[in-house]
């Protein structure tokens, strides 16, 4: 099993910037790719962005692509989401999840096992 932890909400204002952090314990060692989704009320859940672990490899949505960047610590196990000039729109929880099936970067929700409890990110306008 893998445990995820995220961290790093709150409310910001439009145009600022927040940092999301997820930390990932347990069996890291099946971890091939960390992604990061987002879920506003009454729409369904979507992709943001994902790394592999080794970090060689990102993928983001077209909405938050040049605004936000995905990363790994070096060191320890953990993720991360730059998120620069935020919008209103980019209000939501986001959750980070895990992926361990080797050789692809996924966006879709169906491949990811493991789930973080999420971060509400409130932008005012």
């Known amino acids: 099993q893998v445990q995820l932890v995220e961290s790093g909400g709150g409310l910001v204002q439009a145009g600022g910037s927040l940092r999301l952090s997820c930390a990932a314990s347990?069996?890291?060692?099946?971890?091939?790719?960390m992604g990061w989704f987002r879920q506003a009320p009454g729409k369904e859940r979507e992709f943001v962005a994902a790394?592999?672990?080794?970090?060689?490899?990102?993928k983001y949505a077209d909405s938050v692509k040049g605004r936000f960047t995905i990363s790994r610590g070096n060191a320890e196990n953990t993720g991360y989401l730059q998120m620069n000039s935020l919008k209103p729109e980019d209000a939501a929880v986001y959750y980070c999840?895990?992926?361990?099936?080797?050789?692809?970067?996924?966006?879709?929700?169906?491949?990811?096992?493991?789930w973080g409890q999420g971060t509400q990110v409130t932008v005012s306008s």
């Open positions: 790394i592999t672990w080794n970090g060689d490899n990102t």
């Open positions: 347990g069996r890291t060692f099946s971890i091939y790719s």
């Open positions: 999840a895990a992926a361990s099936v080797p050789g692809i970067l996924p966006r879709s929700i169906g491949f990811y096992n493991y």
